[in-house]
């Protein structure tokens, strides 16, 4: 009898502790957001990747943050590992945070982050606990990475000023290992980042694929109308080509979950971070601007995009607004060591070397104008439309070269150039800003 209360208790004791490690694991809590009297204003900015803030200039980073902090949700895409603990350095040397780190982000007015990301898994799954872990201590609210496939999933829903806000965070950019998995049955997921899978599809001409059929390294397959390579598909076609095409499961299933977070949220954000077809593209690919529009019309208010490190343009499509990249906002490059930066951050997907495709910006390489400029987005809300919304352009003055630089208000000259390329950037979704970057006719959605 003894034997079987103890065995008992001990079982009780192993379940309470493997509850209490998933629970730190789970989805994001909500937190009110800031002035609940007044119109209700949201801040979208892009990357940050804070490891030194012994480096921050708070003073010079004051007027940028005067902004965020006068909002009610004030968003950012954080690529870093944060941690109570020293951690084991990855083999890559990606920079970690700690307490110091999660504080620059509350002091700077951040309340809202997306870790649905590239970086999220550096330091394995225990080392994105650990960052769930912080910031749900320190009432930062988050989606877009957990314990298993359905947390990371669930979407962060913040209640204040009368209003629900929730955030739907995605990853197309993220290594198969780090993707998370659902919980079949008694079997456990596995933790990880919320990702939208995609494909690569490639044609040759027919030229190119008689050659591409005679080589070694090319397995005829379907009777040699098609061959695989490196786990492509390559069929005959009209010219050389290659297409990303998205998982239609995970495109079924996140368009779910963005109806489901509506159904919970007067105002749903949606953070789709994805640096394809490469970080040297002015557009995203294809299947992202297309799913930013499947997410609007599954409910999201607003899609912010992040990755490429560098601007794209904005769409004001249907009754939502979708911003392809807000660039870097707060990047701290210099606490990279040299060859850390994964394929994402070379500007390539990992197969696209193997299949001959552009292979993007190289970390050294940002020091073009391009990868200096940034911006942020406030957009002020009636009840739950969008009331009107300003890109407020950022200058980062310096690429990855030059020491660590806080985002600075862009001088007048310096504005100027941002919001032209960015109205250059947008012309092709028929979107276009005023002289102080307002998006113009937005009360006509």
């Known amino acids: 009898m003894r034997l079987r209360l103890g065995l008992i208790v001990i079982a009780l004791v192993l379940a309470g502790a493997a509850a209490f490690f998933y629970s730190r694991l789970q989805g994001p809590a909500s937190v009110p957001p ?27 980073l004051q007027p940028v943050m005067s902004i965020v902090q006068d909002s009610n949700i004030a968003f950012t895409n954080l690529e870093a590992t944060l941690t109570q603990q020293p951690l084991t350095q990855t083999l890559s040397g990606w920079p970690y945070g700690g307490p110091p780190e999660i504080q620059a982000l509350q ?16 330091y394995g799954v225990s080392g994105a606990a650990a960052t769930m872990d912080m910031l749900k201590k320190q009432g930062l609210s988050y989606s877009g990475c957990g314990g298993d496939l359905g947390s990371a999933r669930a979407p962060a829903i913040m209640t204040g000023g009368g209003m629900r806000v929730g ?31 995609f494909d690569v599809r490639v044609t040759l001409d027919p030229d190119s694929f008689r050659i591409m059929a005679g080589t070694s390294f090319a397995k005829p397959v379907n009777g040699g109308k098609a061959l695989q ?14 297409q990303f095409v998205a998982n239609q499961d995970d ?17 749903l954000i949606v953070s789709l971070h994805g640096h394809t077809p490469d970080n040297a593209s002015p557009a995203p690919a294809k299947f992202l ?18 990755g490429p490190h560098r601007l794209r343009g904005v769409e004001k ?14 990047y701290q490059r210099k606490s990279v ?33 391009e990868y200096r400029q940034s911006a942020m987005a406030v957009i002020t809300f009636d009840h739950a439309a969008p009331l009107s919304a300003k890109l407020v352009p950022l200058s980062l003055a310096g690429g990855v070269n030059a020491p660590d630089v806080e985002p600075q208000i862009a001088k007048v000259s310096q504005a100027a150039a941002i919001l032209d390329a960015i109205r250059e950037l947008s012309r092709g979704y028929g979107t276009t800003l005023s002289a102080d970057g307002v998006v113009q006719s937005l009360s006509a959605n």
């Open 337 to 369: 060591p040299e060859g850390a930066y994964d394929a994402f951050d070379r500007g390539t997907d990992p197969q696209s070397p193997n299949l001959g495709m552009p292979t993007g910006a190289r970390p050294a390489e940002r020091n073009a104008l």
């Open 289 to 306: 601007e297309s799913f930013a529009r499947d997410a609007v019309d599954a409910g999201a208010q607003i899609v912010v995009g992040h």
């Open 34 to 60: 800031r002035h609940p009297n007044g119109p209700f204003t949201i801040v979208l900015t892009g990357d940050t990747m804070l490891a030194r803030t012994e480096r921050l200039d708070m003073t010079a």
């Open 251 to 267: 495109i079924g299933a996140l368009l779910n979950t963005i109806r489901s977070a509506r159904k919970q949220s007067d105002i």
């Open 167 to 197: 955030l739907v965070s995605i990853t197309a950019s993220a290594l198969p290992e780090t993707r998370a998995t659902a919980r079949r049955g008694e079997i456990a997921g596995k933790g990880g980042v919320n990702t939208l899978r």
């Open 107 to 122: 002091k700077i007015g951040f309340n809202a982050v997306s870790c649905a990301n590239n970086h999220a898994l550096d």
């Open 317 to 330: 499509y249907h009754q939502g607004l979708i911003f392809y990249s807000l660039g870097d906002f707060l």
């Open 229 to 242: 390579m490196l786990g492509t598909t390559i069929v005959p076609g009209d010219k050389i080509e290659a």
